[in-house]
């Protein structure tokens, strides 16, 4: 079973400049998630999706962060302007439906690490 | 406001050692607790995954306990090895508020050959 693919893996941009991380969870799974962790801290989350639908966004800087998720498979998270204190691992995750939705596992990608000079 | 905090925050052991990593909830209405790895430049794995009811899973050399009513958690490693070292996080689901899942900031692991 292929696993959570991100992309870039890293990614150095200036204050002020946009990027734009990519996801692809694992086929099938119906729930994608996106979380920040700062170095030296544990991930926070940024925003969930059921599909293509958002469950929790509660925790996304909306001011200059955005998701979406296209057609309830592939993922992307954009941070336009970056700020200095968005330098940080990007993890997405994803977890199936099956069965009890909050008993299932996530699985993770090995991460975009953002660095904004 | 839910709190997870993991103690300590590194460990340092010589290989073959039994060990017991920490981690402390301060609300107890939680869903369930999980225990991951995360190795450098890669994502997490999951290790365990413990619901409210119950008080412990195993797997491989890997045991973890739940304490609920106490708010506290241990992952415990018998006889470490050097494959070993690596960040270990625990993180709670809510059972209220949408399920948020909250992370501790990690325990740092270091088996020495």
């Known amino acids: 079973e292929a696993g959570v693919a991100q992309s870039p893996r890293y990614k150095i941009i200036e204050k002020r400049q946009s990027v734009a991380f990519w996801c692809n969870p694992i086929?099938?799974?119906?729930?994608l998630y996106w979380y920040q962790q700062i170095l030296g801290q544990g991930p926070k989350l940024l925003i969930q999706?059921?599909?293509?639908?958002?469950?929790?966004d509660s925790q996304l800087p909306k001011d200059r962060f955005s998701a979406e998720r296209l057609k309830g498979v592939d993922s992307t998270l954009k941070i336009q302007p970056a700020k200095l204190e968005d330098s940080a691992v990007y993890l997405c995750?994803?977890?199936?439906?099956?069965?009890?939705?909050?008993?299932?596992?996530?699985?993770f990608g090995q991460g975009t690490r953002l660095t904004v000079v | 406001k839910q709190e997870v905090t993991q103690i300590p925050a590194a460990l340092s052991v010589p290989e073959g050692e039994n060990l017991v990593l920490n981690c402390s909830f301060t609300?107890?209405?939680?869903?369930?607790l999980q225990w991951f790895r995360q190795d450098p430049g890669k994502g997490l794995t999951s290790l365990l995954l413990?619901?409210?009811?119950?008080r412990e899973q195993t797997s491989g050399r890997l045991n973890a306990s739940l304490d609920k009513s106490s708010g506290r958690s241990t992952l415990y490693i018998a006889a470490s090895q050097p494959g070993d070292s690596a960040t270990y996080l625990c993180?709670?689901?809510?059972?209220?508020?949408?399920?948020?899942?909250?992370f501790g900031a990690g325990t740092r692991l270091f088996v020495k050959a």
């Open positions: 995750a994803s977890s199936s439906n099956r069965g009890n939705f909050w008993d299932t596992e996530a699985f």
């Open positions: 086929s099938g799974h119906a729930t």
């Open positions: 999706f059921q599909n293509n639908g958002v469950v929790d």
């Open positions: 609300d107890s209405a939680i869903y369930n």
């Open positions: 413990i619901q409210s009811s119950q």
């Open positions: 993180a709670v689901r809510h059972s209220t508020g949408g399920f948020k899942t909250i």
